[in-house]
Each structure stands twice: as structure tokens, then as C-alpha cells.
């Protein structure tokens, strides 16, 4: 194909594939320092998500917010404001919400475990209950509490005690993908 623009102003926002062929279209979208509002704040968020209505749509948010202010208030509203515009967008696509894993912050020149990361897990699972959503649990995925920092003495994650290294970036993917095969041979038509 061939695309011809002249003059004013052009922005591209994605790209969408398209194929008549069976298996897998992976589609991912983010920035860094992404919170749920991040999407309800985005016009093209709803847009995008109505042209390609996935059959799956797995959100893996709730990290940033931890390390915010914490207000359990905003938050669930954030998020099911989020998940509404999913359902008006895309109403067939099946959400899977996934829990963040631990954190730690730096507090006088020491890694603390941040506890507000708790609070948005649990914010997750009472939304996901509510709306009968299915969840991934990526902190027992990795080996419950604790597991950041025994990953972290196995070189996959960041110094900062947040991010992983690439290497724990494709462990924590294989073991989503594991997750995604389990549910998807398990799941009830």
C-alpha cells in the first residue's frame, strides 16, 4: 500500500494487522507512567479499541498508582470508568485484569516495601468480583511476597527494586503466556 500526504499535519496512531488466517494478533499499547486514568484521559484510548475489538484485553496497571498518593476512591472509580469505556468500545471483548506484583521505594537512602501496592491488589480483586472479570495474579506468578527481591538477587530485576531487567521482563511474560494457555484450554465456551 502506499500512503500519500501533503501539507498541514499528520499524526499516526497505530497501526492495526489484519489476517483471515487463524491464530494470534498481539496487540500492546502503553507508556511509561501509565495509570488508568492515563486511558480515560486519552480521546483515541476508546477509538482504537472499538477498530479492533479484541477477544482479549489483558490490563496490567495499578504499579504507578501505588506509588502515588493512594486514594482507594479515585482509583475505583478510575478503573471502572476504564473498564465502562472498554464495554462501550468493544462489549464482546473478555477482560483479564492483572494484579501487580511488589515494589519497593527508596526512603532515606533504603528500600522499603511500598504497602500501597497491597491496596491496589485488593481494589483490583473486589472490581474484578464485582464485574465478573478474570484476574492474573502476577505476584503468584513470581513466588508470592517476596519474590521481587529473590528475583532481584537473580539479576532480573532493577536496581530501582520496580523494573525488571530483560531477563525478568521474558520470565514474567513466559509465565503470562503459561497463564493465557491454561485459562484459554480451561475456559467454558
Known sequence: STLTFQGGYFTLLDLVEETSLPGVIYNSTGVASAT?????????????LALIRPDFLLISLGTNESYRNWNATYFNKEVNLCLDRIAEASPTTQVILVLPNENYKKINGKYVYNAAVDSVRN???????????????????????????????????????????????????????????????????
Open 123 to 189: 481494589s483490583l480483586k473486589n472490581i474484578a468480583a464485582q464485574r465478573q472479570l478474570t484476574t492474573y495474579d502476577q505476584l503468584e506468578a513470581m513466588g508470592g511476597k517476596g519474590s521481587l527481591l529473590e528475583w532481584l538477587k537473580q539479576g532480573l530485576v532493577n536496581a530501582d527494586h520496580v523494573h525488571l531487567l530483560r531477563k525478568g521482563y521474558q520470565k514474567q511474560g513466559e509465565l503470562l503466556a503459561a497463564f493465557l494457555l491454561g485459562y484459554l484450554q480451561n475456559k467454558p465456551d
Open 36 to 48: 488508568f486514568t492515563s486511558y480515560n484521559l486519552n480521546p483515541n484510548f476508546q477509538k482504537g
